[in-house]
């Protein structure tokens, strides 16, 4: 395997606060890889760092070959990078079909022009779009649900929804902000079997934070611990759990 991605001493300060402390690890072609902690450890601003929608205050971080340290939000998911939110962000008044084809539209080539005058490419890939929609819904049950309002769905469904949404935009590399926040365990459990249907359907590398300590340690092949910004453990879930770093700071006896 090699390295997917790459973070080198990340640091991301707010004033005089310091989340995310001089960071660094990789996380390897296909890999289901972990990242824990307890509340304000920093776990979604490193996701933040890492997708551009917060600048890096120093360090180096890397897609593949390609560093990705100074680039825009859109640049990074053009690379094959998408995510997901701890707080679910779909267009609840547009159906569940508009929420996967809007986000297609990054690898769209028709033009102005050719949307206006609905030329035959413009008409093709609206077909291609609208078809491979489909097929993600499908793939997380929901095509027959797919003209319904995405708020109309139940929390667990618009998880699925949020995730087929992630992705249309054909990424490589997938992170999941808490995704069974809310869930009771049999839906935890249900989500652990989805997110590994969609590992390997999808060939995917997915980066995965989550409160849920079981459900993290029986799906996930490596994981990193965070504390108040800082990396103190990282290695196999086995390795992690044994951890007396993460024992006092995390786990408890």
């Known amino acids: 395997m090699s390295a997917m991605l790459s973070v080198q001493n990340l640091t991301r300060t707010f004033g005089g606060l310091v989340a995310v402390n ?15 902690g307890p509340n304000g450890a920093g776990k979604t601003t490193l996701f933040n760092l890492v997708t551009g929608l917060t600048p890096v205050t120093s360090g180096r971080q890397f897609y593949r070959d390609t560093e990705t340290t100074r680039m825009k939000p859109h ?3 053009a690379l094959g990078i998408a995510r997901t939110f701890q707080n679910i962000r779909l267009f609840g008044s547009l159906s569940a079909l508009d929420n996967v084809m809007i986000a297609q539209h ?8 050719d949307g206006v005058l609905s030329t035959p490419r413009a008409r093709s890939e ?22 319904q309002e995405a708020r109309s769905f139940p929390y667990g469904d618009q998880r699925r929804l949020e995730i087929a949404r992630a992705l249309a935009l054909q990424p490589k590399l997938l992170l ?17 079997d989805f997110i590994r249907h969609v590992h390997e359907e999808f ?3 997915i980066v995965l934070i989550e409160h849920n300590v079981p459900m993290v340690m029986g799906l996930c092949d490596r994981i990193a611990v965070l504390n108040f910004g800082v990396l103190i453990a990282l ?3 086995s390795a992690v759990q044994n951890d007396p770093a993460v024992i006092e700071a995390y786990l408890g006896d």
Do not use: W
């Open 22 to 36: 001089d960071v660094s690890f990789c996380v390897e072609e296909g890999e289901i890889f972990g990242l824990i």
């Open 75 to 77: 640049q990074i998911a």
């Open 106 to 113: 990054l690898h769209t080539r028709a033009g102005v022009f």
């Open 126 to 147: 609206e077909r291609h779009v609208y078809d491979y929609s489909m097929t993600l819904l499908e793939k997380v049950n929901l095509a027959s649900r797919a003209h």
């Open 176 to 192: 999941l902000d808490e995704p069974g926040a809310g869930m009771n365990p049999n839906e935890k459990a249900e989500l652990s």
């Open 203 to 205: 060939d995917l590398t």
């Open 235 to 237: 290695g196999t879930p």
